[in-house]
């Protein structure tokens, strides 16, 4: 059995979730962590990228490889990956024993360190010539902290390692078997140790404590024979400087070492990095020692209010500064002296998105009544619109204008905005005391704009061009799902909770003497889904009690149905009342398949495309197909864990409009690639369906006049209708003999074929034999029925429209 595979391209709504970042160099990549993944910040291509892989859980802590191939990531289920960047494969996945928040690759890229709660661990990795396969084996396990350990940091031979606990203590631990010393502990430090960090090409290393207190600690070689080359480094106290940093209204948070030219750059509480130079060092105190600030950058508090972590380029020209309150991060090109990017999650909880008509531009509205609009390509919020006052229900871009799109919010307000002026340029609202807009949709040439109100049920239609409110359309008693519009004329498809979908045709509507033609077509149970096919005239319905129905906007009728007993394709999904809700349906860009999903379970089904019958100039259903796509995850141990951060309560679900790319909308946005296999195969036959038409004439005045459904329909009445729509489609193969009526029914002549009601059948069969001699009796019984069947039909054709 083929299974589907979902990869993804991009995740919409990210943040940064704490941790190291990470620069490499020569390519300008920026690494940091983002929940269970890890995103990737191009400054070259100006584009944001995950990683291809996911975590079971948060990612505590990453680290690079000083070659720039292998990433080490470390979550909060004690997962170890190793994934090798360039291929984007996971090399290696270890199971630690405890929680681990500090990891460093050796400078020689052989070994990796890691901390658990209080102990440190030393790992040996080695991959294959062909980097096809990899082993991890413990080398060496230090026990000598009483608490947790912070931070951690290689000399720059690899000989040995620092670390800084909780318990104010700071150890060095030999590495090398041939080192001759053993490790050293520095103690009586008063405040807590934030973090330590090595220079580059020397023994020297820097401690940052709290209360902007920073100490600069030497390491002395050990006075031995000039033949051994190996040497043993020694703490003096005599060489332990401290400096006491003068900014009293912040506290310094974190800080970072230029390698090669000794420029410390401090990030403070209030958003403000200072960087200082530290070659020149008063000789007259020993105890104490001076720095020198070159450079003062103040960030708002718009921007950056918290420095919790920062990286920096060799070249010294970007920066980069993470905030985990806000989990935004901001990269900063000290040349231009500009903000060069800012990501950020912009959106906390998503209700809506749509997509524009060239795949270029994404479109995502809030609960909190703010309006994002995201560049696929890149990856970056481009804009940012907080004009509304409550939550948005639907968002939508014009068709054939990519620059503008509008929004419907539950304050009763419709906003049009214009992406390259970057304002509101038209505001649409009615005057009405209950106002909550839900359904959205825009005409074809984009002069007309409607959407139904969840608390009156009725559908207000705006022109563009005036700006003003042209009509408003009674008929549904219950909330309304979906507004289309559908061909180059003003028509309007809205389906609903009170069984009926009704098809809105208006005539003459540039005039002012203008009709309006309902079709009313009724189903067994509530529409809890509708999506129409963008590449025909079909629409597919989701009913409570009945399924799926194809309807043909043509042929006006089910083309094909699925059933909720099916069970061979419906084992995973569970049609409860919560799901109704929350069901997404959409067609692929070419509309050869039909994607559903619930609300419970990250599950989809595909049902194959419907050929198209050039001769009929109908879609005909050929073969039902049923798909399921598949999330990648890894496959250590199965635990309710493992996909927590996949989509599993599902908003919407669309697809691009000329690529097989979709979006799924959940607490995050995923921007997924699909590849497709075969599962199950169902066939069913459709049935029947129930329409009704009603005409609507609407004057100067704009008052509406009804013909109702009067309900003494006679019984019988009802099935002949019924008869003739199913009979006239068969052919004559039976040897019966069917009776007709003509409408000149004075006439009495019989032919070979007619209709049969309930109450001649009888009398036909038991007269079959002997046709010939009971000519006249059959004759006198129809002529009875006749004329009560006539006086039904004239007083109804005054008051009602039937099409069958």
């Not at 990095?273 to 003062?296: A, E, G």
Request: hydrophobic fraction near 40%.
């Amino acid at each position: 059995m083929k299974k589907d595979t979902l990869t993804i391209k991009k995740q919409f709504g990210q943040f940064y979730s704490g941790g190291p970042i990470l620069f490499i160099t020569y390519n300008r990549k920026l690494f940091f962590p983002t929940q269970n993944s890890v995103s990737v910040i191009d400054l070259v291509n100006g584009k944001v990228e995950p990683l291809n892989f996911r975590s079971r859980d948060i990612i505590n802590t990453i680290d690079i490889d000083q070659t720039g191939k292998f990433l080490t990531t470390i979550d909060k289920t004690n997962l170890l990956l190793i994934i090798d960047i360039d291929q984007k494969k996971i090399k290696t996945k270890l199971l630690l024993k405890g929680p681990c928040f500090t990891c460093k690759w050796s400078p020689r890229g052989k070994y990796l360190v890691l901390t658990i709660s209080n102990f440190a661990q030393v790992w040996k990795i080695g991959f294959s010539e062909k980097n096809t396969q990899s082993f991890c084996q413990l080398a060496r396990t230090y026990f000598s902290h009483y608490s947790e350990i912070i931070s951690i940091d290689w000399n720059f031979s690899g000989n040995f390692f620092i670390s800084a606990s909780l318990d104010f203590t700071i150890k060095i631990f030999p590495f090398r078997k041939n080192s001759n010393f053993r490790e050293i502990n520095l103690t009586g430090f008063i405040e807590r140790i934030l973090s330590v960090k090595f220079f580059n090409f020397s023994n020297h290393f820097l401690v940052l404590c709290e209360n902007n207190i920073l100490y600069r600690i030497e390491l002395l070689k050990k006075k031995e024979k000039e033949q051994e080359k190996n040497f043993s480094p020694v703490l003096d106290k005599n060489f332990i400087f401290k400096v006491k940093l003068k900014n009293k209204k912040s506290m310094a948070t974190s800080f970072w070492i230029h390698p090669l030219s000794k420029i410390l750059f401090l990030g403070y509480s209030t958003g403000i990095l200072t960087i200082y130079d530290l070659k020149k060092i008063s000789q007259k105190n020993h105890k104490n020692f001076q720095i020198k600030k070159i450079q003062k950058i103040i960030f708002s508090e718009n921007f950056l209010s918290y420095i919790s972590n920062f990286s920096m380029c060799l070249n010294v020209r970007f920066f980069s500064l993470g905030n985990l309150k806000k989990g935004k991060i901001i990269v900063y090109d000290r040349e231009k002296e500009e903000i060069n990017v800012i990501y950020e999650s912009f959106f906390e909880t998503p209700s809506c998105l749509a997509v524009s008509s060239n795949d270029k531009l994404l479109i995502v509205g809030d609960n909190k009544g703010t309006i994002t609009i995201w560049s696929i390509k890149t990856g970056f919020c481009i804009l940012k619109f907080s004009n509304h006052l409550l939550a948005i229900n639907k968002v939508s871009f014009f068709k054939f204008f990519s620059r503008l799109a509008i929004s419907a919010s539950k304050d009763g307000s419709l906003k049009i905005y214009d992406l390259k002026k970057c304002m509101v340029i038209r505001t649409f609202s009615c005057k009405l005391k209950k106002k909550n807009f839900d359904s959205l949709a825009v005409n074809y040439s984009g002069f007309f704009i409607a959407s139904s109100c969840q608390k009156t049920f009725k559908i207000h239609i705006w022109s563009l061009k005036k700006g003003v409110l042209i009509e408003i359309l009674n008929g549904h008693e219950s909330y309304i799902n979906k507004l289309f519009f559908f061909g180059k004329r003003l028509k309007i498809l809205s389906s609903s909770w009170d069984k009926t979908f009704r098809i809105w045709q208006f005539e003459n509507y540039n005039k002012l003497n203008y009709s309006c033609i309902c079709d009313i077509f009724r189903t067994k149970g509530k529409i809890l889904g509708t999506c129409l096919n963008p590449n025909s005239k079909e629409i597919a319905f989701f009913v409570q009690n009945d399924g799926f129905l194809f309807f043909n906007l043509i042929l006006k009728k089910v083309v094909f149905r699925i059933k909720n007993s099916l069970k061979k394709g419906f084992k995973t999904l569970n049609f409860s009342e919560n799901t109704y809700k929350n069901l997404a349906m959409t067609y692929s860009f070419n509309g050869e398949k039909f994607f559903f999903s619930s609300s419970e379970g990250p599950v989809y089904y595909i049902i194959s495309s419907l050929s198209l019958n050039e001769n009929v100039s109908k879609r005909l259903w050929n073969e039902g197909f049923f798909y399921q796509l598949h999330f990648p995850e890894l496959n250590i141990r199965k635990e309710k864990s493992a996909n927590k951060f996949l989509p599993d309560r599902i908003i919407d679900f669309i697809f691009a409009k000329k690529h097989e790319y979709c979006f799924i909308l959940s607490s995050t946005i995923f921007f997924y690639s699909l590849k497709f296999g075969k599962i199950t195969k169902i066939k069913t036959k459709p049935k029947p369906f129930q329409k009704e038409r009603k005409k609507l004439i609407s004057e100067k005045t704009m008052k509406w006049l009804f013909f109702k459904k009067n309900l003494y329909f006679n019984f019988l009445f009802i099935q002949i209708f019924k008869k003739l729509a199913q009979i006239a489609q068969k052919k004559e193969t039976q040897p019966q003999k069917r009776f007709i009526f003509f409408k000149t029914l004075r006439k009495k002549i019989f032919k070979k074929k007619f209709f049969t009601f309930p109450e001649f059948t009888k009398i036909f069969f038991n007269c079959e034999k002997n046709f010939k001699k009971k000519k006249n009796l059959i004759e006198i019984k129809i002529l009875n029925k006749k004329n009560k069947i006539l006086k039904k039909l004239n007083y109804l054709k005054t008051k009602l429209f039937f099409l069958i």
